[in-house]
């Protein structure tokens, strides 16, 4: 057993003070080849530093040889030291046999530094010079994916599934395809790539992009099935709890809905959108305590969440809680940014317990915002004709009727008041 050897089996048992050794033996006698391989196995083993010295030991002998100039690179870049890697990737010309490989990795470096348009330009120049380079039509996929710019992505992810190319870089590129399309909206012409993908290697970030593009499609039968499947491999899966859910709740199965929300919540407390989605199914299941509960969690995680405040006001005045309405509007009004819903909800809860002075600022609050919603013109109107004020109700009145000239309730208070 030779020295790299050695240090490499002292490495493997933790022996570092050994594996120092050996590996300044290889530095002071060890052969060329001997410095390349261990080089090779400690980036490997993640020793980077030690790696590029003896990459460097052996660019001092051997000048000339691009493919430790382009390691070397590489190993910069892993290190941080971008500059260097630049300096590196400089001196390999355009009439090197390692030029290409030198754009690709010197495009790495641009696009992790934000410079995609450097990048791109440096890809496609490898791309004129190996036209039938899978790595590079892989690398462009993932750059356009990068930018968002899903369509450029597939015709490159499309062009290595016509190569025969179905898993790079350890990524499936069926997969890949699917997540362009469906990232640019191809919803439906994505999911039988993610079929293949599946059909290739089950993978549960794949199924779960599988279920989340048939919701997205309204294909809901599907969606529960891939979402149902990644439960069974993965429970902690989280993100596949809500799209259960909401699949089905689209199949009109309110039980199951709440069970798999139920099931997520119980793996993550602390999901407020979760928690307020269990909240509306069990309003739909009429069970109006359990869905108070899961309101009042969702504000207590988010004290400033204002889709589950606005719902359980809603809930409150169904049920005639008008207290509870002006507590949790008030709330909202005195933190600033209300939204109108709060001054609406207010109005009506004033209204109900004969604070009508209050009521009416509320109202007039509203009024900017609702002036062209018919359940609000229809309470404010109503609300003012029980005020007294004639001149104002009838404006509301007229708006109303406008909206829906044929409706004989508008029609009738119109004309009644135009008689008084």
Known sequence: MNAAEQMLKFLQEDNILEAEKQLQKVKRNGTDEEKFWLAEELTKYGYLREAKDLYESLLNMYPEESELTL??????????????????????????????????????????????????????HAKELLPKEPVIDFALGE????????????????????????????????????????AGGAFEDALPFYQKALDHKLDVDTLFGYGLTA????????????????????QNYLSLY???AKSFEHEERL???????????????????LIFYAGKISLKLGDEGKAEHYF??????????????????????HQERYEDVLEIAEQFIQGGGVDPQFYWDSAISFQYTENYKEALKQYELAYNDFKNN????????????????????????KRLAKKEPTNEEWLSILERLDEE
């Open 296 to 317: 009042r969690h969702a504000l207590a995680l988010d004290p400033e969440f204002i889709e589950a405040a606005t719902t359980l006001n809603k809930l409150f005045l």
């Open 374 to 397: 018919q359940d609000f013109l229809k309470d404010y109107g109503y609300f003012l004709l029980e005020e007294g004020k004639k001149a104002e109700a009838i404006k509301l009145f």
């Open 242 to 244: 809500l799209y259960l």
């Open 71 to 124: 390691r070397l690179a590489e190993l910069s870049i892993e290190l941080n030291e971008d500059e260097q890697a630049y300096a590196y990737l400089e001196t390999i010309k355009p009439d090197d046999p390692n030029y290409a490989a030198a754009l690709l990795v010197e495009a790495d470096l641009y696009q992790m530094q934000g410079l995609y348009e450097v990048s791109e330009h440096k890809l496609l």
């Open 215 to 234: 919701f997205q499609v309204g294909q809901y039968p599907l969606a529960i099935q891939a979402l149902k499947q990644l439960r069974e491999l993965d």
């Open 255 to 273: 039980d199951e809905a709440l069970e798999a929300a139920q099931a997520g919540i119980e793996l993550d407390e602390f999901n407020k959108d």
């Open 143 to 182: 750059l356009y994916m990068t930018q968002g710019r899903f369509l450029e992505a597939s015709r490159y992810y499309t062009s290595l599934i016509d190569k025969n190319e179905y898993e790079f870089a350890g990524m499936n590129v069926y997969a890949r395809m699917a997540e362009a399309l469906s």
